[in-house]
Protein backbone atom coordinates (compact mmCIF):
# COMPACT_ATOMS: atom_id res chain seq x y z
CA UNK A 1 0.00 0.00 0.00
CA UNK A 2 1.10 3.45 -0.69
CA UNK A 3 -0.34 6.62 0.95
CA UNK A 4 -0.47 10.08 -0.67
CA UNK A 5 1.34 12.64 1.44
CA UNK A 6 1.04 15.42 -1.41
CA UNK A 7 -1.30 15.08 -4.10
CA UNK A 8 0.93 17.46 -6.10
CA UNK A 9 -0.93 19.32 -9.22
CA UNK A 10 -2.69 16.38 -11.08
CA UNK A 11 -1.72 13.41 -10.65
CA UNK A 12 -3.60 10.24 -11.39
CA UNK A 13 -3.32 6.53 -12.37
CA UNK A 14 -3.31 5.00 -15.81
CA UNK A 15 -2.73 2.22 -17.84
CA UNK A 16 -3.03 1.25 -21.43
CA UNK A 17 -6.20 2.38 -21.51
CA UNK A 18 -9.92 1.38 -22.40
CA UNK A 19 -9.46 -0.09 -26.46
CA UNK A 20 -13.23 -1.79 -26.71
CA UNK A 21 -16.27 0.70 -25.33
CA UNK A 22 -15.48 3.83 -27.70
CA UNK A 23 -18.43 2.38 -29.74
CA UNK A 24 -20.61 3.70 -25.96
CA UNK A 25 -18.75 7.23 -26.31
CA UNK A 26 -16.17 6.22 -23.63
CA UNK A 27 -12.49 7.85 -23.63
CA UNK A 28 -9.74 5.53 -24.32
CA UNK A 29 -7.63 7.40 -21.77
CA UNK A 30 -4.45 5.98 -20.79
CA UNK A 31 -1.08 7.26 -19.94
CA UNK A 32 -0.58 10.56 -22.10
CA UNK A 33 3.22 9.15 -22.95
CA UNK A 34 3.15 5.54 -23.26
CA UNK A 35 6.91 5.13 -24.15
CA UNK A 36 7.89 6.03 -20.71
CA UNK A 37 5.11 4.29 -19.38
CA UNK A 38 5.84 0.84 -20.83
CA UNK A 39 9.95 1.97 -20.14
CA UNK A 40 8.69 1.86 -16.19
CA UNK A 41 6.98 -0.67 -16.24
CA UNK A 42 9.84 -2.91 -18.29
CA UNK A 43 12.15 -2.23 -15.58
CA UNK A 44 10.39 -4.29 -13.22
CA UNK A 45 9.29 -6.81 -15.93
CA UNK A 46 6.01 -5.98 -15.24
CA UNK A 47 3.56 -6.56 -17.55
CA UNK A 48 2.74 -3.46 -20.29
CA UNK A 49 -0.14 -2.55 -18.95
CA UNK A 50 0.28 -2.32 -15.43
CA UNK A 51 -1.16 0.69 -14.24
CA UNK A 52 1.57 3.71 -13.13
CA UNK A 53 1.25 6.52 -11.66
CA UNK A 54 1.26 9.95 -13.77
CA UNK A 55 1.96 13.14 -12.54
CA UNK A 56 2.39 16.45 -14.61
CA UNK A 57 3.86 20.07 -13.66
CA UNK A 58 4.16 19.54 -9.56
CA UNK A 59 4.67 16.26 -8.50
CA UNK A 60 3.45 14.07 -5.83
CA UNK A 61 4.73 13.18 -2.39
CA UNK A 62 4.24 9.62 -1.27
CA UNK A 63 5.17 7.34 1.47
CA UNK A 64 5.63 3.92 1.04
CA UNK A 65 3.75 0.89 4.13
CA UNK A 66 5.41 -1.59 2.75
CA UNK A 67 8.49 -2.76 0.67
CA UNK A 68 8.59 -2.84 -2.91
CA UNK A 69 10.79 -2.29 -6.21
CA UNK A 70 10.37 1.16 -7.74
CA UNK A 71 11.30 2.90 -11.44
CA UNK A 72 10.33 6.77 -12.45
CA UNK A 73 10.47 7.67 -16.00
CA UNK A 74 9.25 10.23 -18.36
CA UNK A 75 9.76 14.19 -17.39
CA UNK A 76 13.05 15.17 -14.94
CA UNK A 77 10.56 16.18 -11.88
CA UNK A 78 13.72 15.77 -9.59
CA UNK A 79 13.03 12.74 -7.37
CA UNK A 80 13.96 11.94 -3.87
CA UNK A 81 13.91 8.95 -1.78
CA UNK A 82 14.11 10.24 2.15
CA UNK A 83 15.82 13.11 0.85
CA UNK A 84 18.11 11.94 -1.46
CA UNK A 85 18.09 12.04 -5.23
CA UNK A 86 17.50 9.19 -6.89
CA UNK A 87 18.08 8.35 -11.10
CA UNK A 88 15.14 8.06 -13.37
CA UNK A 89 14.91 4.91 -15.92
CA UNK A 90 16.29 2.76 -13.04
CA UNK A 91 14.68 -0.74 -10.96
CA UNK A 92 14.98 1.04 -7.21
CA UNK A 93 14.29 -0.74 -3.66
CA UNK A 94 12.07 0.93 -1.05
CA UNK A 95 11.13 0.46 1.98
CA UNK A 96 8.65 0.52 4.52
CA UNK A 97 7.93 3.97 5.46
CA UNK A 98 10.53 5.46 2.92
CA UNK A 99 8.87 9.00 1.83
CA UNK A 100 9.00 9.42 -2.61
CA UNK A 101 8.91 12.93 -3.53
CA UNK A 102 9.15 14.93 -6.68
CA UNK A 103 9.11 18.36 -7.58
CA UNK A 104 8.42 20.67 -10.60
CA UNK A 105 9.90 18.90 -14.13
CA UNK A 106 13.14 20.39 -15.25
CA UNK A 107 12.37 18.93 -18.74
CA UNK A 108 9.63 17.00 -19.50
CA UNK A 109 5.60 17.29 -18.31
CA UNK A 110 4.53 14.10 -17.79
CA UNK A 111 5.79 11.66 -15.06
CA UNK A 112 5.78 8.44 -14.42
CA UNK A 113 5.87 6.17 -11.44
CA UNK A 114 5.51 2.18 -11.56
CA UNK A 115 6.15 -0.90 -8.87
CA UNK A 116 6.34 -4.10 -8.76
CA UNK A 117 3.21 -5.72 -10.23
CA UNK A 118 1.38 -2.57 -10.90
CA UNK A 119 -0.54 -0.41 -8.55
CA UNK A 120 -4.43 -2.49 -8.32
CA UNK A 121 -6.59 0.14 -8.23
CA UNK A 122 -10.43 -0.92 -9.38
CA UNK A 123 -10.93 -2.11 -13.10
CA UNK A 124 -13.47 -0.72 -14.87
CA UNK A 125 -14.12 -1.37 -18.42
CA UNK A 126 -11.17 -3.56 -18.74
CA UNK A 127 -8.71 -0.60 -17.47
CA UNK A 128 -7.29 1.20 -14.48
CA UNK A 129 -7.30 4.44 -16.07
CA UNK A 130 -8.95 7.37 -13.85
CA UNK A 131 -11.29 9.17 -16.18
CA UNK A 132 -13.70 11.18 -14.37
CA UNK A 133 -17.63 9.49 -14.77
CA UNK A 134 -16.06 6.04 -15.68
CA UNK A 135 -13.88 5.54 -12.34
CA UNK A 136 -14.55 6.54 -8.90
CA UNK A 137 -12.02 9.36 -8.59
CA UNK A 138 -10.47 11.69 -11.39
CA UNK A 139 -7.30 12.29 -9.94
CA UNK A 140 -5.70 11.43 -6.34
CA UNK A 141 -5.61 13.56 -3.11
CA UNK A 142 -4.34 14.04 -0.09
CA UNK A 143 -4.71 10.63 1.94
CA UNK A 144 -5.49 8.40 -0.61
CA UNK A 145 -4.31 4.72 -0.28
CA UNK A 146 -3.11 3.08 -3.40
CA UNK A 147 -3.13 -0.71 -3.49
CA UNK A 148 -0.03 -3.01 -5.11
CA UNK A 149 1.23 -6.73 -5.17
CA UNK A 150 3.51 -7.74 -2.47
CA UNK A 151 7.29 -7.66 -3.21
CA UNK A 152 8.20 -11.04 -5.73
CA UNK A 153 12.10 -10.75 -6.02
CA UNK A 154 11.75 -13.26 -8.89
CA UNK A 155 10.60 -10.81 -11.30
CA UNK A 156 12.88 -8.37 -10.55
CA UNK A 157 16.16 -7.25 -12.98
CA UNK A 158 18.10 -5.99 -10.46
CA UNK A 159 19.81 -2.45 -11.27
CA UNK A 160 18.53 -2.65 -14.80
CA UNK A 161 18.61 0.69 -16.33
CA UNK A 162 17.93 2.76 -19.19
CA UNK A 163 19.14 5.76 -21.15
CA UNK A 164 16.54 7.70 -23.28
CA UNK A 165 17.35 9.75 -25.87
CA UNK A 166 17.47 13.44 -25.37
CA UNK A 167 15.68 14.43 -28.65
CA UNK A 168 12.58 12.61 -27.50
CA UNK A 169 11.98 15.65 -25.00
CA UNK A 170 13.75 18.26 -26.80
CA UNK A 171 12.73 17.51 -30.40
CA UNK A 172 10.37 19.70 -31.87
CA UNK A 173 9.51 18.21 -34.96
CA UNK A 174 6.60 15.81 -34.47
CA UNK A 175 5.89 12.99 -36.89
CA UNK A 176 2.56 12.97 -38.65
CA UNK A 177 0.47 11.14 -41.05
CA UNK A 178 -2.14 12.53 -43.32
CA UNK A 179 -5.35 12.54 -42.03
CA UNK A 180 -8.51 11.36 -44.24
CA UNK A 181 -9.29 15.62 -45.13
CA UNK A 182 -6.16 16.61 -45.82
CA UNK A 183 -6.23 16.36 -49.51
CA UNK A 184 -8.91 18.46 -49.21
CA UNK A 185 -6.87 21.69 -48.05
CA UNK A 186 -5.27 23.12 -50.87
CA UNK A 187 -2.06 23.11 -51.51
CA UNK A 188 -0.75 26.12 -50.00
CA UNK A 189 -2.74 25.69 -46.99
CA UNK A 190 -1.26 22.05 -46.63
CA UNK A 191 2.43 24.07 -47.13
CA UNK A 192 1.47 25.89 -44.28
CA UNK A 193 0.10 23.21 -41.76
CA UNK A 194 3.29 21.19 -42.37
CA UNK A 195 5.65 24.57 -42.77
CA UNK A 196 4.07 26.78 -39.70
CA UNK A 197 5.75 27.05 -36.36
CA UNK A 198 3.14 26.08 -33.94
CA UNK A 199 2.69 26.96 -29.86
CA UNK A 200 1.20 25.37 -27.21
CA UNK A 201 -1.44 26.88 -25.70
CA UNK A 202 -1.82 27.15 -21.76
CA UNK A 203 -5.72 25.31 -22.18
CA UNK A 204 -4.37 22.46 -23.33
CA UNK A 205 -4.40 18.71 -21.30
CA UNK A 206 -5.30 15.47 -21.66
CA UNK A 207 -8.17 16.13 -23.78
CA UNK A 208 -6.75 18.23 -26.05
CA UNK A 209 -3.23 19.94 -27.08
CA UNK A 210 -4.20 23.06 -28.28
CA UNK A 211 -1.84 24.39 -31.13
CA UNK A 212 -1.66 28.64 -32.31
CA UNK A 213 -0.04 29.63 -35.77
CA UNK A 214 -2.61 28.14 -38.25
CA UNK A 215 -4.94 31.24 -37.82
CA UNK A 216 -5.50 32.10 -41.36
CA UNK A 217 -6.42 28.49 -42.03
CA UNK A 218 -9.83 26.99 -42.26
CA UNK A 219 -11.49 23.75 -43.08
CA UNK A 220 -15.08 23.10 -43.51
CA UNK A 221 -16.66 21.30 -41.15
CA UNK A 222 -17.10 17.47 -41.80
CA UNK A 223 -20.24 15.19 -40.89
CA UNK A 224 -19.58 13.57 -37.45
CA UNK A 225 -17.15 11.31 -37.79
CA UNK A 226 -14.59 8.74 -35.61
CA UNK A 227 -11.91 10.41 -33.76
CA UNK A 228 -9.03 9.13 -31.44
CA UNK A 229 -6.32 10.08 -29.91
CA UNK A 230 -3.56 11.93 -32.39
CA UNK A 231 -6.03 13.03 -34.65
CA UNK A 232 -5.39 16.70 -35.62
CA UNK A 233 -8.77 18.77 -36.05
CA UNK A 234 -8.76 21.89 -37.70
CA UNK A 235 -11.92 23.71 -36.96
CA UNK A 236 -13.42 26.85 -40.04
CA UNK A 237 -11.97 29.41 -37.99
CA UNK A 238 -8.86 28.13 -38.03
CA UNK A 239 -8.30 26.37 -34.63
CA UNK A 240 -6.24 23.50 -34.57
CA UNK A 241 -6.16 20.98 -32.04
CA UNK A 242 -4.40 17.47 -31.28
CA UNK A 243 -6.82 14.92 -29.69
CA UNK A 244 -5.00 13.47 -26.50
CA UNK A 245 -5.70 10.46 -24.40
CA UNK A 246 -9.24 11.49 -22.88
CA UNK A 247 -10.47 12.69 -25.98
CA UNK A 248 -14.06 12.37 -27.56
CA UNK A 249 -14.72 9.56 -30.04
CA UNK A 250 -16.04 11.74 -32.77
CA UNK A 251 -16.26 15.27 -33.90
CA UNK A 252 -17.13 17.22 -36.62
CA UNK A 253 -14.13 18.91 -37.45
CA UNK A 254 -11.42 18.00 -40.54
CA UNK A 255 -9.14 15.47 -39.65
CA UNK A 256 -6.05 16.82 -41.26
CA UNK A 257 -3.47 14.74 -39.70
CA UNK A 258 -3.05 11.76 -37.20
CA UNK A 259 -0.38 11.20 -34.65
CA UNK A 260 1.17 7.40 -33.99
CA UNK A 261 1.31 6.39 -30.05
CA UNK A 262 5.41 7.33 -29.97
CA UNK A 263 4.21 10.78 -31.56
CA UNK A 264 1.40 11.61 -28.88
CA UNK A 265 4.02 10.83 -26.05
CA UNK A 266 6.81 12.94 -27.57
CA UNK A 267 3.91 15.95 -28.05
CA UNK A 268 2.38 15.26 -24.47
CA UNK A 269 6.10 15.91 -22.82
CA UNK A 270 5.92 19.44 -24.14
CA UNK A 271 5.08 22.04 -21.67
CA UNK A 272 2.66 24.75 -22.72
CA UNK A 273 4.32 27.79 -24.86
CA UNK A 274 6.50 25.20 -26.14
CA UNK A 275 7.35 25.27 -29.94
CA UNK A 276 6.47 22.54 -32.50
CA UNK A 277 6.28 21.43 -36.18
CA UNK A 278 4.50 18.73 -38.12
CA UNK A 279 6.98 16.58 -39.54
CA UNK A 280 4.60 14.87 -42.75
CA UNK A 281 5.36 11.15 -42.65
CA UNK A 282 4.56 8.92 -46.12
CA UNK A 283 2.27 6.04 -45.52
Do not use: W
Request: aromatic share 8%; glycine share 8%; hydrophobic share 40%.
Amino acid sequence: MLKVLNPGLFTTIQDRGRFTHRKIGVPTSGAMDAISAALANSLLNNDVDAAVMEFTMIGPKLQFNESTHISISGGDFQAKLNNKNVDLNKALFVDKGDVLSFSNPIYGYFGYLAVSGGFQTKNVLGSRSFYNGITEKSKLEKGDTIPFLSLSSEKIIRNASFSVEDNYFQEKKIPVYPGPEFDLLSNSFQKKVINSVLEIKPQSNRMAYVLKGLENITAEDIITAPVQPGTVQLTPSGACVVLMKDAQTTGGYARILQLSEKAIGKLAQKKPGSTIQFDLQKI
